[in-house]
């Protein structure tokens, strides 16, 4: 069936930079995305890619999408302790226009 | 612009009592879906409404109920609480474009004892 897999911990130092993984099942997927969930609150979009790019870089974010592996990472430049969050990959599948599956959430610790 | 907004933030039930978590939002979106979320499992998708008037199943909906009441609202019951239902909820809606983005309410966080 359909799955997300992401590790569920990480640790950097501030100033350095962080990847965070993620590997999906659905091979038709058309949009990938990446939210950022701060404590006690919801989920916020960070960045998504449509499934025929490579790569997506916004500001210190950058996306990679490797179709053939079925992975999909993000990579923070620069990790400020504000970047300390849990982030989600999500899919958004062909399954049902309106279906959506979500990882775990890594939870990001940065170090001071 | 409130976004989306839920009520309660929090709950504590006895098992066997029943509940409605409201949510509503005011970016005229289409679509609205009700999560669940608990530790090591991510978001897991109980019920959605594409459109007003339409509900369908997610993923996890066994024990839940739905109302899409309007466009701007749509409440989850809980009939008979269980241990099991102990988690936070987070109600999400998107404007069905084509990437779709959700926007995410704030949560309720639900414990059934």
């Known amino acids: 069936g359909e799955d997300v897999e992401q590790s569920l911990f990480l640790s950097v130092r501030e100033g350095d930079s962080s990847v965070i993984n993620c590997t999906y099942t659905d091979s038709s997927s058309t949009y990938l995305y990446w939210y950022k969930q701060e404590p006690g609150a919801g989920l916020q979009l960070l960045t998504y890619i449509f499934s025929n790019m490579d790569m997506k870089q916004d500001q210190r974010l950058t996306v990679l999408l490797n179709k053939k592996d079925k992975h999909l990472s993000l990579r923070i430049a620069d990790t400020q302790t504000g970047d300390s969050a849990i982030y989600f990959c999500?899919?958004?599948?062909?399954?049902?226009?309106?279906?959506?599956?979500f990882g775990t959430g890594t939870r990001l610790k940065v170090l001071a | 612009n409130a976004g989306v907004t839920q009520t309660p933030k929090f709950q504590v039930l006895k098992t066997g009592q029943s509940m409605t978590l409201q949510c509503a939002q005011d970016?005229?979106?289409?679509?609205m879906y009700w999560y669940r979320q608990d530790p090591g499992m991510g978001l897991r998708l109980i019920y959605y409404?594409?459109?007003?008037?339409?509900?369908d199943k997610g993923e996890v909906p066994n024990g839940y109920n739905v109302s899409r009441l309007n466009k701007r609202e749509f409440s989850l019951r809980l009939e008979s609480a269980a241990p099991s239902q102990t988690s936070v909820y987070f109600c999400?809606?998107?404007?069905?474009?084509?990437?779709?983005?959700?926007?995410f309410g704030p949560g309720t966080r639900l414990t059934v004892l």
């Open positions: 999400a809606s998107s404007p069905g474009t084509v990437y779709n983005e959700q926007f």
């Open positions: 970016m005229n979106h289409n679509s």
């Open positions: 409404s594409a459109s007003e008037g339409t509900t």
């Open positions: 999500a899919e958004k599948t062909t399954s049902g226009t309106y279906k959506y599956i």
